[in-house]
């Protein structure tokens, strides 16, 4: 009975798309920076950034996120700094319970200055 409630269940939600805002609160704090060895000139630092780079840095926290529970993360990424930008971000998530999520970016540095959350 149940087998058969299940199967009828899925197709009727496999094409339903159900909106599940994200919450988090995390905080955290820089573990490490390497400076190129050539600065100002730039390193690919072995491998790890795919452009040359003046610094990568690496930092790691820990918070809540919904879905998740409690979570700790680390990420690393690469800085141009001439450039304002950074890339070959990668960020892992670790849930108390092991699952892992991954996530990379880039983006760009500005000097705007933003209003505090409420």
């Known amino acids: 009975m149940v087998t058969a409630l299940l199967a009828a269940a899925v197709p009727a939600a496999a094409g339903q798309s159900v909106e599940r805002p994200i919450n988090e609160d995390l905080a955290g704090y820089l573990t490490g920076m390497e400076s190129s060895p050539t600065f100002p000139g730039g390193d690919t630092f072995d491998g790890r950034c795919s452009q040359p780079s003046q610094w990568v840095s690496t930092s790691a926290g820990s918070g809540v996120i919904s879905h998740l529970g409690r979570v700790s993360w680390t990420t690393e990424h690469c800085f141009q700094l001439f450039a304002g930008t ?6 892992v998530i670790t849930a108390a319970n092991g699952d892992k999520v991954f996530g990379t970016y880039d983006g760009a540095m500005t000097n705007e ?6």
């Open 86 to 91: 950074f890339g070959d971000a990668e960020l």
């Open 113 to 118: 200055r933003t209003s505090p959350r409420p």
